[in-house]
């Protein structure tokens, strides 16, 4: 893949990489490429980073013809900057996009591009403890048409953030609410997908979640509304007794990168792991009886957010004492210990970035 490059005439001041939040600051460049059906993928670029220009009927603004990407890169202290499992990115996003007809991207192409971008703005990596560069691929249905049918016209764009702790709590246990009135995906429908359209659906109950002052969401099934599903931007676990159960994938969960890590984490440290469904009802039982020893939420943003305390039936269950659990922090230890390149990597997890 041939990347045109044109470089700011205009760099931005860093920000103070000790007072990062999340979300906050956007680097120098973008990527974008171009696709016209028919023809393909063409004019892959890296520009500088501008406002976008686009009709305004184009359909991703009538038409929600639009999904994305999260994934960080990592400064090890050797000076290697180190990307995760990239690759399983562009698989979930090449997913997305058969579900929602929007073109494939290559997964080569992925990669080189990912690279070849956070090569450019490898200053904006930041180098302080528990910090990273947010990347976020992301598509859009660029042809103006209002009618519904698929689009003609894409592109395909990453940007970059640097960023510090996702949430305000940082690896300190957050607050979960039980969700029963409303529902974020169900069978049949886009859940597995990651695209925004599932992202509004779940904001109306994340904002009575944090009015009620918990963290986030835990969702149920949208059929009978008794099966966990996930946390508003996490898979999650529990582990109940010796055993550590996560939703079995479907069609409404979205199938998370460091989900699947972890799984293959304990599996290696011979824990026991079910993927299976689990009910609330089961799930307040564990916790009455003491038996749900510890909880935590899996996702790119956090890395794990262990879970203290979970909102069931109007009563407020404490979690490993509202702690966190020792299996929370080797996880968390272990996971961001590989993806900063401070511990071994066995599984082959980590790609570096050509200097």
Request: hydrophobic share 40%; aromatic share 10%; with cysteine.
């Amino acid at each position: 893949m041939d990347i045109r490059i044109e470089r700011t005439s205009r760099p931005k001041e860093k920000p103070d990489w000790n007072n990062l939040s999340f979300g906050r600051y956007y680097t120098d460049h973008m990527f974008v490429a171009d696709y016209t059906e028919g023809s393909g993928w063409q004019d892959s670029r890296v520009v500088p980073y501008a406002p976008l220009s686009l009709d305004p009927a184009a359909m991703v603004f009538h038409y929600a013809m639009e999904l994305f990407e999260g994934m960080k890169a990592y400064a090890a202290k050797d000076g290697r900057i180190l990307l995760f499992r990239p690759l399983e990115n562009a698989r979930r996003l090449n997913s997305s996009a058969a579900r929602i007809c929007m073109p494939n991207f290559p997964e080569n192409d992925f990669l080189e591009a990912l690279k070849t971008f956070v090569k450019i703005e490898q200053d904006w990596v930041p180098r302080v403890p528990d910090t990273s560069l947010y990347l976020r691929p992301f598509m859009i249905a660029t042809e103006p048409h209002l009618g519904v049918r698929a689009s003609k016209l894409f592109q395909l764009l990453i940007i970059a953030s640097p960023v510090g702790a996702y949430y305000p709590e940082g690896l300190n246990p957050v607050k979960i609410y039980l969700e029963d009135e409303y529902v974020r995906a169900v069978r049949g429908g886009t859940g597995f997908t990651k695209c925004g359209g599932n992202y509004a659906a779940s904001l109306v109950a994340q904002r009575k979640a944090e009015k009620l002052g918990f963290t986030q969401v835990l969702w149920l099934d949208g059929v009978e509304k008794k099966y966990i599903e996930e946390v508003g931007t996490m898979n999650v676990m529990f582990q109940i007794g010796d055993e550590v159960i996560t939703p079995e994938l479907g069609d409404s969960i979205l199938p998370g990168v460091t989900r699947s890590s972890v799984l293959e984490l304990l599996r290696s440290w011979n824990v026991r792991v079910s993927e299976r469904r689990i009910s609330i009802d089961e799930l307040y039982s564990a916790a009455r009886s003491g038996a749900l020893r510890e909880s935590f939420g899996t996702g790119t943003a956090a890395v794990i957010s262990p879970i203290g305390a979970f909102s069931i039936n109007d009563e407020l269950l404490s979690v490993s004492d509202g702690g966190i659990g020792p299996l929370s922090r080797k996880l968390y230890d272990t996971l961001t210990g590989i993806q900063w390149g401070s511990l071994p990597d066995p599984f082959g997890w980590t790609c570096e970035v050509s200097g």
